[in-house]
């Protein structure tokens, strides 16, 4: 029981006292052999509660944004920004798990899986059988993420690690909106 209260209190520190979160991402996808299918990397910023960006630089521009109420996903290649609800986009994602300041314990249960490399390692399993995830390891130093690791329930494996993080700093509320460039198609997916 110590360890759950352990691992509920590291998760607290990281869900109350981080409200504005910004660094730099590698991301790779590995499939359920353990391959290598993508290797991406980009900049990200979070403000809370729901505020995001995702912006991947590498190999493909993308971006994706959200105000907390809508979210637009950019692809500079294909000029395309196709707009949803940020609710329904979000639900279940990795990007859903960093930005919201609700407590993670009503969807997930928490384990204290001990200190790597100096952070807290939390392992971040489901209630919901339903969930479009096996796992979520979070790893945590000083409250702030340090890696994430995210296995899917086909045997992918999606891990990111951050760097040049910076936390609670003042964050542009621009970063958070979007307005699509002259000439770009724009999809309204919200049905």
């Known amino acids: ?17 981080i409200n504005a979160y910004e660094a730099r991402f590698t991301q790779v996808q590995t499939d359920d052999r353990g391959l290598k299918i993508q290797e991406s990397s980009g ?51 990795p990007a859903a798990l960093l930005a919201q300041k609700t407590a993670l314990t009503d969807t997930f249960n928490v384990v204290d899986d001990g200190m790597e490399n100096g952070a807290n390692k939390l392992k971040l399993t489901p209630k919901s059988p339903e969930s479009d ?4 390891t979070l790893w945590l130093k000083d409250g702030a993420p340090q890696h994430m690791l995210f296995r899917d329930t086909l045997g992918g494996a999606t891990n990111i690690h951050f760097s040049q993080a910076k936390a609670n700093g003042k964050l542009a509320e621009s970063q958070f909106r979007f307005v699509p460039p002259k000439g770009v198609e724009v999809i309204d997916a919200g049905g």
Do not use: N
Request: charged share 20%; aromatic share 10%; no cysteine.
């Open 1 to 17: 029981m110590a360890h759950a209260a352990s691992a509920e209190a590291t998760l607290a520190q990281f869900l109350d006292g």
């Open 133 to 136: 995830f096996q796992d979520v």
């Open 43 to 93: 900049r990200m910023a979070l403000s809370r509660p729901g505020k995001f960006r995702w912006q991947y630089d590498a190999p493909v521009a993308q971006l994706i944004v959200t105000d907390g109420k809508t979210l637009w996903l950019y692809d500079e290649d294909l000029k395309q920004v196709t707009v949803r609800p940020a609710a329904e986009a979000l639900q279940g994602t």
